[in-house]
């Protein structure tokens, strides 16, 4: 499998496929066709656009997790990340939350989730999924311990 495969202007799989839980138990996390098909749509509608719009590099810190690495993380086997349709990310330097309020406000998604934010800038992860076949639910979440928050909450 080729990992250097370009998936948009600024993103490659290899950025969405990392995974330093799947190096240390030796799990084989490399995506078959229709995953990197999925990926390269989440790059190209979602990832893409809020890097063309900051300017800034976009860091993912979870994409694509082959079933067995999502079970490791004790994720749920339905995650949008085993499909290839999901990624965790942030702009270092930026608030989180307006991250994501922009998100909401330009882009079509299936989920958006503001995760761990505490109000401070650098708190946190958003989660944003998009299904390629469309039925998008363009569902907004506030996740943090447990507590969760219909829509973006600060």
């Not at 030796?26 to 063309?52: F, G, K, T």
């Not at 993912?60 to 995650?79: I, M, P």
């Not at 505490?118 to 506030?142: A, F, Q, Y």
Request: glycine letters at 6%.
């Amino acid at each position: 499998m080729q990992m250097s495969i370009k998936l948009s202007d600024n993103f490659r799989l290899s950025e969405l496929t990392k995974s330093n839980t799947a190096l240390r138990l030796d799990i084989d996390n490399a995506p078959n066709q229709e995953e990197i098909d999925s990926l390269e749509y989440l790059c190209l509608r979602v990832l893409q656009p809020v890097r063309n719009h900051y300017g800034r590099s976009v860091v993912v810190s979870s994409g694509f997790r082959c079933l067995k690495l999502n079970q490791k993380l004790k994720s749920g086997s339905r995650s949008q990340h085993v499909k290839g349709e999901a990624a965790d990310f942030e702009i270092p330097g930026l608030d989180n939350y307006e991250v994501a309020c922009w998100v909401r406000d330009n882009l079509e998604y299936d989920q958006l989730i503001l995760e761990f934010y505490d109000g401070s800038p650098s708190s946190g992860w958003i989660h944003v999924s998009i299904k390629e076949e469309g039925n998008n639910r363009m569902e907004c979440l506030t996740i943090n311990k447990g507590n969760i928050k219909r829509g973006l909450v600060k």
